[in-house]
């Protein structure tokens, strides 16, 4: 398993402004995912992040909105840019794990957007 | 791609009760993994049960049981004897087998068990 700590827990913030959402784990993990939560909805996947690598997109998600670094094998940072009203969800930050017959993965505690 | 339905938006009994939550899933994979995950008002999403797509034994473990149809693509998640502390939203997602691993999450159950 791993243990997975997100900061801040929860923001609130004004339009326009941006934030910087870190990840970190205490073990080495090669794929690091972010994913979006909308106020009721399920989660959605914003990105896979590899060490050493360009953060990889998924459709709907644009790194100049959603910039993500990953400087080492425990740790990830999500940006939201430019934020508006729409920003406001649960951002989680998830690994994965290698198991004895196949990938795991486990889930940060979420960090809680409000834009105002 | 793969798509996932859970068709039961809300589902509400009474402590005690058994409560099976539906997961319909679709993929192109031959082979692939099904997870059930919990997330409870807190926030945060906990892991349940993980499902093999080559593996149709269903199983039990305590209160949680599952039972895997291949043929029908479904992965529906019992809960024996429900408490208060299991009301949660509970996702059903299906994991792929190939190089991406993306985990992809239906919409979710929310489940209310009252006292």
């Known amino acids: 398993s791993a243990v997975i700590s997100q900061k801040p827990s929860r923001d609130i913030c004004q339009r326009g402004t941006s934030l910087t959402i870190q990840c970190q784990v205490d073990s080495q993990v090669t794929m690091m995912f972010w994913y979006r939560q909308q106020p009721g909805q399920s989660l959605t996947l914003i990105a896979t992040a590899n060490q050493g690598s360009e953060a990889t997109y998924e459709s709907g998600f644009v790194i100049d909105k959603f910039p993500i670094s990953r400087p080492n094998l425990t740790f990830s940072t999500l940006t939201v840019s430019n934020m508006s009203p729409e920003d406001s969800s649960i951002y989680l930050c998830s690994v994965e794990i290698a198991g004895p017959a196949y990938n795991e993965q486990f889930f940060g505690p979420g960090t809680r957007l409000t834009v105002l | 791609a793969q798509k996932v339905t859970q068709a039961q938006t809300e589902i509400s009994v009474v402590e005690k009760e058994d409560v099976t939550l539906d997961c319909v899933y679709e993929t192109r994979d031959t082979t692939y993994y099904l997870f059930w995950y919990k997330q409870p008002p807190s926030g945060e999403l906990v892991f349940l049960i993980r499902r093999n797509s080559f593996d149709e034994q269903n199983e039990i473990s305590g209160r949680y049981s599952w039972n895997f149809q291949k043929s029908t693509s479904s992965f529906n998640f019992t809960i024996t004897a429900s408490q208060v502390v299991d009301s949660a939203v509970y996702f059903c997602?299906?994991?792929?087998?190939?190089?991406?691993?993306?985990?992809?999450f239906g919409t979710g159950t929310l489940l209310a068990v009252q006292p």
């Open positions: 997602a299906p994991l792929g087998g190939g190089a991406t691993n993306k985990l992809i």
